[in-house]
C-alpha cells in the first residue's frame, strides 16, 4: 500500500513512506529581536542526516547557522512580522512555537543610553553623534502611533534620558557635562553643569538626580540643585548607566574591556558593593514590577538582554540581539530596546517598574 502523509507546507509526503513530522519542544532565549539568533531543541529536525532543514518565522526563511537532528541555531531575519516559528525537514513540517519577536519602531537613530518613556507612553531616544558632531536633531520623540518626529535640536552629544515626577525630561551631554531640564513642549534649560563626562541618568523617590560621570564620579543634585560627590566608582570606556530598584539602591553599569564586568549596587549612604559579576559590556539597565533586573550585556558570550532575579540569581538571556545599548519598559507591558541605529519593541506582557 503507498502511504501520503500530509504536512504544513505542501500537504503530501514522499509515496511510499511515512514522513516524521519535527517536533520543536524549547526554543532558548524566548525573544529575538532580528539579527539575534536563537536554539531550537527537539525531534526528527534532519531526516537520515541528509536534509538541512528549512526554519521560517510565519512566510519568511531564516539563516540556519548550525543543524542536527535534535538542535538548530537560527538567526532571526529582518522583517519578520510574525513570531510562530516552524521547522520543515523537506518532508514534513513542525507545529509552530511562539518566540517574541522585537518588531522595529524606529530607525535612523544614534542611541548610546536607554530610551526614556514618559507616563503617557511616549518613547524618546537620541541622536547622539560622535564626540563633538553636531547633528540637526538631538532627541527624538516617539508617539503611541510609533510615529518618529523631531523634539530637541542642537544638543551636542545627548546621551541620557530621564523623565521627573513632574514630566520633565533630562538630557545630559557628555562633551559639554551639562545636564538640561527640558519641558514638554521641548522648552529647555541648563539644569546642572560641571559634571564630567555626563552620561547616565537617574531619580530617587525624593527626587534627587544622580548623574553618572563616566572619568569615575556620580553626582547627587537635590531639588534645590545643590550638587554632592555621591560616590565614586572605576572609570568606564563607554558610559555609566543608572537605575533604582525598588529596594532604594543605585545600579550601576560600567563596561570595560573586560568580559566579565559587574553591575554596581550603591545603598542611600553611598557604598559600594558588587550585585553581579559576570557580564560581558553590561549597558542600560531597568527594572520590572517584581524587582527583575533586565540589562544589555553578553552572558555567556551570548548578546542581548539579560534578565537576573532580585537577589542578582538565576541569570538567563531573554532576548538576543546585536549591538543593544539600552532597555525600558512602556506602559503597555513591552520593552524598547534600543541598538546603535533603532528602536526595537518587544511585546513581553512584563509590567515595568513605575508603570
Known amino acids: 500500500m503507498t502511504l501520503w502523509k500530509k504536512n504544513n507546507k505542501s500537504g503530501l509526503a514522499a509515496p511510499g513512506t511515512a514522513a516524521v513530522r519535527p517536533r520543536i519542544e524549547q526554543v532558548a532565549p524566548p525573544a529575538a529581536i532580528p539579527g539575534g539568533e536563537i536554539t531550537l531543541r527537539g ?71 536607554n530610551p526614556a518613556v514618559d507616563a503617557a507612553g511616549n518613547i524618546f531616544s537620541t541622536f547622539s553623534g560622535g564626540r563633538g558632531q553636531k547633528v540637526p536633531v538631538s532627541v527624538f ?25 513632574d514630566g520633565f525630561l533630562y538630557v545630559s551631554s557628555r562633551l559639554e557635562g551639562v545636564v538640561y531640564r527640558v519641558t514638554p513642549d521641548a522648552h529647555r534649560e541648563v539644569y546642572a553643569e560641571g559634571m564630567g563626562v555626563a552620561t547616565g541618568l537617574a531619580f530617587d523617590a525624593e527626587g534627587n538626580l544622580y548623574v553618572g560621570d563616566r572619568s569615575g564620579t556620580i553626582f547627587k543634585i537635590n531639588p534645590a540643585r545643590q550638587i554632592f560627590v555621591f560616590t565614586t566608582l572605576e572609570p568606564s570606556i563607554a558610559a555609566y548607566h543608572l537605575a533604582f530598584g525598588p529596594d532604594g539602591h543605585l545600579y550601576v553599569t560600567s563596561p570595560t574591556t573586560s568580559s566579565f564586568d559587574q553591575i554596581f549596587r550603591v545603598s542611600p549612604a553611598g557604598d559600594v558593593s558588587c550585585f553581579y559579576r559576570g557580564l560581558g559590556r553590561p549597558q542600560g539597565l531597568t527594572f520590572d514590577a517584581q524587582g527583575n533586573l533586565y540589562v544589555a550585556a553578553s552572558l555567556a558570550g551570548n548578546r542581548g538582554v539579560v534578565r537576573l532575579g532580585p537577589d542578582g540569581s538565576n541569570a538567563e538571556l531573554l532576548i538576543s540581539g546585536q549591538g543593544i545599548v539600552g532597555v525600558a519598559f512602556t506602559p503597555h507591558r513591552s520593552l524598547v530596546v534600543a541598538t546603535g541605529d533603532s528602536l526595537v519593541e518587544v511585546f513581553l506582557d512584563i509590567e515595568g517598574l513605575g508603570h
Do not use: C, Y
Request: charged letters at 20%.
Open 43 to 113: 525531534h526528527g529536525f534532519i531526516e537520515n542526516g541528509h536534509t538541512r532543514p528549512q526554519v521560517r518565522f510565519g512566510e519568511l526563511p531564516a539563516n540556519v547557522t548550525f543543524s542536527s537532528t535534535n538542535r538548530l541555531l537560527v538567526r532571526v531575519p529582518e522583517g519578520v512580522t510574525s513570531g510562530d516559528v516552524t521547522v520543515d525537514s523537506g518532508r514534513a513540517v513542525s507545529a509552530p512555537m511562539s518566540v517574541a519577536v522585537g518588531l522595529t519602531i524606529a530607525e535612523s537613530l544614534h542611541p548610546v543610553a
Open 141 to 165: 520623540k516617539i508617539d503611541n502611533n510609533r510615529s518618529m518626529r523631531p523634539f530637541l535640536t542642537d544638543l551636542m552629544n545627548a546621551t541620557g534620558l530621564a523623565f521627573d515626577r
